[in-house]
C-alpha cells in the first residue's frame, strides 16, 4: 500500500517492518516507546516535536493487537537531513532493532495513512474434522451474530458475515487455517477475534494457535 504524508521542509520516512515471534507480547505503548528508543540507538538525525514535553515524531499506520504478528506493519517519523538514502536509514534502522521486528523497506512517505480501507489475517487454529466442518458452515452461513463493544452504545449486537470482504478455510492434519480480508482503518475497523468468539458461543471447539496479519489496502486493494 502506499500512503502520503504532507510535505514541509523535513523528510517523512515510512518504515514497512514486521513483527514476529516472542514481539507480538509487545503492547502498542510499548511498541511505541521501544521504537522511540531504536531510532535515538539508531543515530539518525530525526526530527523532535516541539514544546514542553520534546519527543520523537512517530506515527502507527494501523496498531496491532496483542498477541498478534504482522508481516506488514507500518511507522512513518521525519529526519531533518535530506542527503540520507533510503538505504541508510533501512541500515541504521535494522541495526537497532531488537530481535523479532525486522525493517524490510524504507521510502519517503507521500500519502497518508488514512487510506487504509482493508487488513488480511492468516488464522492457525488447532481444531478436529467434526468442528473444522462445523466452523466452515458458521463461515458460510448467511449471517454470523456477534457482539461488539463500541465506546457510545456499550455492547452491541450485529451480523458481522456481510463484514467478512473474503474468506477462506482449509485444513491440515489436526490443524486448520483460517484466511479473513477485512474492514481496517479510521473509518471502520473489525477485529478477526470477534469473529472467533461469535464461532465459540455456537458451541465450535478449537484452539487459537496464531493470529498474522499481512497486508493492509486502501479501496483500491493496492
Given amino acids: 500500500i502506499s500512503f502520503c504524508a504532507e510535505v514541509n521542509a523535513l523528510r517523512n520516512i515510512r ?23 531504536v531510532l535515538k540507538r539508531s543515530g539518525l538525525p530525526v526530527w523532535f516535536t516541539e514544546g514542553f514535553n520534546p519527543h520523537a515524531f512517530i506515527t502507527f499506520a494501523l496498531p496491532l493487537s496483542l498477541g498478534f504478528e504482522s508481516r506488514y506493519d507500518v511507522m512513518d517519523f521525519r ?23 525486522v525493517a524490510q523497506k524504507v521510502y519517503t512517505a507521500l500519502t497518508k495513512a488514512k487510506i487504509i480501507a482493508f487488513a488480511e489475517f492468516d488464522i492457525d487454529l488447532a481444531i478436529d474434522d467434526i468442528n473444522y466442518n462445523k466452523f466452515k458452515d458458521f463461515l458460510n452461513a448467511d449471517e454470523i451474530i456477534t457482539e461488539k463493544t463500541t465506546k457510545k452504545k456499550g455492547l452491541k449486537t450485529f ?37 472467533l468468539d461469535a464461532a465459540e458461543k455456537q458451541g465450535i471447539e478449537f484452539d487459537v494457535l496464531n493470529i498474522v ?3 493492509i489496502f486502501d479501496n483500491n486493494m493496492n
Avoid: C, F
Wanted: net charge positive.
Fill in 15 to 37: 518504515l514497512i517492518y514486521k513483527k514476529t515471534g516472542r514481539a507480538k507480547y509487545i503492547s502498542h505503548l510499548d511498541l511505541n516507546r521501544l521504537m522511540t528508543r
Fill in 79 to 101: 529526519v531533518t537531513d535530506d542527503n540520507l538514502s533510503n538505504d541508510e536509514i533501512l541500515s541504521a534502522l535494522k541495526s537497532a532493532l531488537p530481535t523479532d521486528i
Fill in 159 to 195: 451480523d458481522v458475515k456481510p463484514k467478512i470482504i473474503k474468506y477462506s478455510v482449509e485444513k491440515t492434519g489436526d490443524n486448520a487455517k483460517i484466511y479473513l480480508l477485512l474492514p481496517a482503518g479510521n473509518i471502520e475497523n473489525i477485529n478477526p477475534t470477534i469473529i
Fill in 213 to 215: 496479519r499481512g497486508g
